[in-house]
């Protein structure tokens, strides 16, 4: 019997043999999916007879967001951890200080390496039960258990969560949209139907990927149901309007996809919507610890409590924080547009030293890891729509103002260091400027692959293939000094845009059993 888990602390847990990505169909087993000793079981058949195990079952897709499996054990893919992992270490801000991300860090990787294998895997085992949820949910409407009314938010959470994983994995296995005209390559299976039967596994294993554009497409089309069919922020009221999707966090996610597109006019035209609704905090250090739950700027965050988070190998706060495995990067921290005096450089506070070597504050939860994992918030709108203002001539002042209004907070006085249009003369001065203030706000969090990526070929702010990296291991104190750029040693070699390297393998256990994937694995793996 195909068996839904959950227990008093993370609701619901699906356990089907479709849970995980294409490969694990013909393996996994109830008893080698998830090993949770949960309190009680449901069966799928149940789990859409009454509206609390409906919830139940919603619920169950923020758990497949947040904790992720690796081994039989949670790892946080893709968004209660690794997300800000990995798109931390493909990049060239953070360094990994032990092997833990070395694989990643240094670009490494096989077809067989784990981390690579189980984000793609989680990924769409995450994608899988949001199809599920929504194949549940409607006929949970036909059978007269719940509302359409009360059915159409719980469908747009689905395809919030549809959405936003797809366009995960098209960062890591697919090249930028811009890489041919019209998107015509491979993306990623935008996979859009349960699996639970014999039926639709054998019909996934002979599925292959869609392009890119399609990808975009499909993504956009979820993302404007759920913007449609959604709560809103105030409607969920306090943390759950942070910690649960919402019809705004679907418009933020729009500006994010849009952005990746070029579509520079529909970044500002979703962004615009969020206009009063949401403020950056007064302060850079207002959006995490506890403050993380409950603020103006964010606006979609995994929730982790004591007992329900990533756990010690892979939470923010422990891998960051009590373990140290990942320090800040001398290359952004003696970067000159980070002031001295910028209060995101401030010790205890947002950053916090060991021996010389520079680390994030921004998880302080070692011992319990209640951080909130940053998924969304309102300064990447800002900025998303400052570069896309920077890129339409006549733009210019737009674009300075939503710069201004992110990176004012943390000057220590506005009045004199803020950007006047004469800091940058050209359209191109502006865009990396803007794309330099990405580093520095959200270093730590996982946003620079996604900027390295869609900036490939890039006709004003062009970043060529993977950048050098400072080496693998804990750097010396003296490279953190102030006062010139960082100009090396770099441990890490650079690899080119052509290189294999810049995208992941798909997974060979993939491979192994769709023979249309066989065919479309990235090339030169």
């Given at each position: 019997m195909k068996t839904i888990y959950n227990n008093k602390f993370s609701a619901l847990k699906f356990v089907l043999i479709a849970a995980l990505g294409f490969g694990s169909f013909t393996s996994c087993t109830d008893d080698n999916v998830i090993a949770l000793e949960p309190f009680n079981q449901v069966s799928e058949a149940a789990a859409f007879t009454t509206p609390a195990l409906?919830?139940?079952s919603v619920t169950g897709m923020y758990n497949a967001a947040q904790i992720g499996i690796y081994n039989g054990a949670g790892r946080g893919y893709p968004f209660g951890a690794a997300f800000v992992q990995q798109g931390d270490?493909?990049?060239?801000d953070a360094v990994n200080i032990a092997g833990f991300y070395q694989l990643t860090y240094t670009a490494t990787y096989d077809p067989t390496t784990a981390n690579n294998v189980f984000y793609w895997s989680d990924t769409y085992r995450l994608i899988n039960r949001a199809n599920l949820v929504l194949?549940?949910?409607?006929?949970a409407v036909s059978n007269g258990v719940i509302t359409q009314e009360v059915a159409n938010d719980y469908i747009g959470q689905a395809k919030f969560f549809r959405a936003i994983a797809h366009q995960e994995l098209l960062w890591h296995f697919a090249k930028p949209y811009n890489d041919t005209p019209g998107a015509t390559h491979l993306g990623v299976p935008y996979r859009d139907f349960a699996i639970n039967t014999t039926e639709s596994i054998d019909l996934a294993l002979t599925l292959g990927r869609n392009t890119v554009a399609e990808c975009y497409t499909r993504i956009l089309e979820d993302l404007n149901d759920a913007e449609d069919l959604m709560d809103t922020k105030a409607e969920r009221g306090g943390t759950l309007g942070i910690v649960r999707a919402t019809k705004e966090a679907a418009i933020a996610f729009k500006t994010r996809a849009y952005l990746h597109m070029r579509n520079w006019p529909m970044v500002i035209a979703e962004g615009v919507k969020l206009n009063g609704i949401y403020s950056v905090t007064a302060t850079p250090d207002g959006v995490f610890g506890d403050a993380g739950y409950n603020n103006s700027e964010s606006i979609f965050s995994m929730e982790n409590t004591a007992l329900n988070n990533p756990g010690v190998n892979a939470a923010l706060a422990s891998q960051y924080n009590r373990r140290g495995l990942v320090a800040i990067s001398p290359i952004i921290w003696r970067n000159p547009a980070w002031l001295v005096d910028?209060?995101?450089?401030?010790?205890?506070?947002l950053v916090r030293?060991?021996?010389?070597v520079k680390y994030t504050n921004k998880y302080k939860?070692?011992?319990?890891?209640?951080d909130p994992s940053p998924v969304m918030r309102y300064s990447e709108v800002l900025l998303n729509m400052a570069e896309a203002y920077a890129r339409i001539p006549g733009s210019e002042g737009l674009a300075l103002t939503a710069l201004n209004t992110v990176r004012n907070r943390s000057l220590a006085s506005p009045a004199t260091q803020q950007y006047l249009a004469?800091?940058?003369?050209?359209?191109a001065s502006l865009v990396e400027g803007i794309i330099t203030e990405r580093r520095i706000e959200f270093a730590m969090e996982g946003r620079r692959w996604p900027d390295i990526h869609r900036l490939q070929n890039d006709n004003l702010a062009p970043i060529v293939g993977i950048p050098a990296k400072v080496g693998n291991g804990t750097p010396p104190a003296s490279a953190y000094t102030l006062g010139t750029p960082y100009a090396g040693p770099f441990g890490v070699q650079a690899f080119p845009y052509s290189a294999k390297e810049f995208l992941w393998p798909i997974p060979q256990q993939e491979v192994n059993n769709n023979p249309i994937l066989a065919t479309q694995q990235n090339p030169g793996w």
């Open positions: 409906i919830e139940l270490n493909r990049g060239e194949e549940g949910v409607e006929g910028d209060l995101r450089r401030e010790e205890g506070v030293t060991v021996g010389g939860d070692g011992v319990n890891y209640t004469a800091n940058f003369p050209t359209p």
